[in-house]
């Protein structure tokens, strides 16, 4: 099984044939769980790994499912470097009255490589057992695709329209930065988007299975945004049998040593204040009340501060961070080379600029023969809480899931939310799913797996989120 996924993965192409040698799903009119377990196989048989994506496979496929149902598809071609991959979107669209403006469900179609020695089944199979479809891509994010779909197959089969329309929308290359998937969309095709006034993506999902803790509906509203940059320094070239003083390759150490001992300022925006205030009753007692002020418990508790700072995750959420992550000097041992390079990944948080912190990082190196360079930098705007859609989420959870709370988060990573924020389109990285910490680490890791039963759980849960926003006097189901 392994042998046999790590062959397709070299082979890259045999993708193309897959859609068309697997049985057929059950109907989600009549079997729901069945229907998503099986499309969700499929759509991880179909390889989308990026690079290089080649997604049109696996959007011709679901555009297949959708158009079974009635509704309208389709499949939108983006750019691709390479004539023998095939890049594409997934729109699909099913009409409100018109009351409203629409709604966009937002998710993506490439998933990032799996090595098969590291995962119990074969990462690239669809396996489904145990009450659960095992693959790459079943979180993050084919799962959310298939989630996604079948609501809007739910919502085609209402006899009684929305009051919006509800857009469907699956794109390629978010795992490599989403230039050529949602940011090519957005600049291309915003007519599609129909002037649409809200998202939900990935980003934010529900945590269960803290000790103590109800379910946490966590609904990421603005994400730690990234800034790229490359720091080069320059020297006296030539043969390395004298080493000249300013040679590129130690001055470049100097400035990385420099660059490491940078002390980011503790800094608590108001979003990441009221996630943790929202979870404080139910942290270690120690902590409760640091969590409900954390701007003044970091300030004036130095044994809170330590404890807080010391979990990465949470650092990540109340600073800028940095990783030297690239690093280039001569290609020949005995070459000294005019320049030596290396790159840094920094993620900002909301409302700092990328120019702003490589002034920093300049500051820290003080050498003029060093320069530093942002190359990649995205805005990071926040979307309000207080909206009929965040409303009626917090509606949805007590209905269905009693005792739950409701978090706006912010998260450290970054997903395609900023190309729509950017349009004004109000974002929000929710998918209705039920996971506990050890099922979320297969995100991005080996064994990435989920129930079926939150297949089934999510597309009733997100059927009901939509009526709730979009037929406000529309009465709680029982
Ligand atoms: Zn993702």
Request: net charge negative.
């Amino acid at each position: 099984m392994c042998l046999l996924a790590g062959a397709l993965l070299l082979g890259g192409r045999a993708s193309a044939i897959w859609p068309f040698d697997r049985p057929s799903y059950p109907d989600p009119a009549t079997d729901l769980p069945g229907a998503a377990a099986q499309i969700l196989s499929q759509a991880i048989r179909i390889q989308t790994v990026n690079p290089p994506g080649d997604e049109l496979p696996l959007a011709k496929y679901l555009a297949g499912v959708l158009r079974k149902q009635g509704i309208e598809t389709r499949v939108v071609d983006t750019p691709s470097g390479d004539s023998k991959v095939g890049r594409a979107a997934l729109w699909a669209r099913v009409k409100g009255s018109g009351h409203g403006r629409p709604v966009i469900l937002l998710s993506h179609l490439d998933v990032v490589p799996a090595d098969p020695n590291e995962w119990a089944v074969a990462p690239f199979e669809g396996v489904v057992g145990g009450g659960y479809v095992i693959g790459r891509g079943a979180l993050d994010a084919k799962g959310l695709t298939v989630v996604q779909l079948l609501a809007l197959v739910q919502l085609a089969r209402a006899p009684v329209p929305l009051d919006r329309d509800t857009i469907l929308l699956a794109t390629p290359d978010e795992e490599t930065g989403g230039q050529d998937g949602a940011g090519y969309f957005v600049r291309e095709h915003a007519a599609l988007l129909s002037n649409a006034e809200y998202l939900l993506t990935e980003g934010g999902g529900i945590l269960v299975g803290n000790p103590g803790t109800p379910p946490v509906w966590g609904i990421s509203v603005v994400e730690k945004t990234p800034c790229w940059i490359r720091v080069v320094a320059h020297g006296t070239p030539g043969h390395s049998s004298a080493e000249p003083r300013d040679a590129a390759v130690p001055r470049l150490l100097d400035a990385l040593s420099r660059i490491r001992e940078l002390e980011t300022e503790v800094r608590v925006v108001p979003e990441v204040a009221s996630m943790f205030a929202a979870l404080a009753p139910y942290a270690a007692p120690e902590d409760r009340s640091g969590l409900a002020d954390l701007p003044s418990a970091l300030h004036s508790d130095p044994a809170f501060r330590s404890r807080f700072l010391a979990d990465r995750g949470q650092n990540a959420l109340v600073r800028n961070t940095f990783s030297i992550t690239v690093l280039q000097g001569a290609l020949k041992t005995n070459v000294l080379p005019a320049e030596a390079s290396a790159e840094l990944d920094a993620r900002l948080l909301p409302g700092e600029r990328c120019e702003d912190f490589a002034d920093e990082v300049r500051a820290a190196i003080e050498d003029p023969g060093v320069s530093v360079e942002p190359i990649l930098s995205f805005n990071a705007r926040s979307s309000p809480v207080d909206t009929p859609l965040f409303h009626a989420i917090e509606q949805v959870a007590a209905e269905i899931d009693p005792g739950a709370i409701v978090v706006p988060r912010v998260i450290a990573g970054f997903t395609d939310a900023h190309y729509f924020r950017d349009l004004g389109i109000v974002s929000y990285g929710f998918v209705p799913r039920w996971l506990p910490p050890q099922e979320s680490r297969g995100i991005h890791g080996p064994n990435e797996r989920i129930s079926i039963q939150n297949l089934e759980r999510g597309v009733r849960a997100l059927v009901r989120i939509l009526e709730t926003l979009a037929r406000p006097s529309a009465e709680p189901k029982p």
